[in-house]
């Protein structure tokens, strides 16, 4: 990060973020590895190095971009989010970090993939599940989160303690979805909604055929306020 930027955006926004999660300094210096008394220093709006920053932006499962974001405070009651603005991720950390083209293994959102051509080539493959695009709302009353999807392959997910709740809009083509012992279908439309802590997983219904668009969908967590 250069010299000039004003840390007391990156420090408010991850005390707010923080703070949404419910979760005390002592968690977030367990999640992210950094000591506690430097992390309320950079709360506090005092420097730290650009690794410092990486661990809380991964710990907190929050973009650097946006930590650094003065749009994305925390006091804000209300966002609006344009879709040049943001970018596209790997849906699945180690598809990331396996990626040999990755420069930082740490980063999932690589300048190379926000081109959609080359996003549908990894996915087709077989180097990414799929590419996910994430709203986050953080409020003052707590965080919701909003995630637009492509899914080019199976896929497991773990929520974490924080979510209690999943909603999912199939907006594009037909997933086969696994939820615990139950296996069934979601077409263009269908909409599922499901508690956190059931095993969720899902795939296309069929393989991609050549010049097929992957299904796509659009999912929303509900989330425990203040939960530690």
């Not at 004003?6 to 977030?28: H, K």
């Not at 924080?162 to 979601?186: H, P, R």
Request: aromatic residues 12%.
């Amino acid at each position: 990060m250069g010299e000039k930027q004003d840390f007391r955006v990156f420090a408010e926004n991850v005390r707010g973020y923080r703070q949404s999660l419910g979760w005390s300094n002592e968690r977030l210096a367990a999640e992210s590895g950094v000591g506690l008394r430097t992390l309320i220093r950079i709360q506090q709006g005092h420097p730290c190095f650009h690794r410092t920053q990486l661990s809380i932006s991964l710990a907190l499962r929050i973009g650097l971009d946006t930590l650094w974001n003065p749009a994305k405070n925390i006091q804000k009651s209300y966002f609006i989010f344009r879709e040049p603005e943001e970018r596209w991720c790997f849906a699945n950390r180690g598809d990331a970090e396996n990626w040999t083209m990755n420069s930082d293994p740490h980063r999932v959102d690589p300048d190379s993939i926000q081109q959609a051509a080359e996003r549908d080539r990894l996915g087709r493959n077989g180097l990414s599940m799929g590419f996910a695009q994430y709203y986050r709302s953080y409020l003052p009353g707590g965080m919701q989160a909003t995630f637009m999807q492509n899914v080019y392959s199976k896929q497991t997910f773990a929520f974490p303690p924080t979510v209690s709740g999943i909603c999912i809009y199939c907006i594009k083509g037909s997933l086969k979805v696994f939820l615990g012992d139950d296996t069934f279908e979601l077409h263009t439309g269908d909409v599922l909604v499901f508690e956190a802590h059931i095993p969720y997983s899902h795939e296309p219904l069929s393989p991609l055929l050549p010049h097929e668009t992957p299904p796509a969908f659009l999912g929303v967590t509900i989330n425990r306020v203040g939960k530690p």
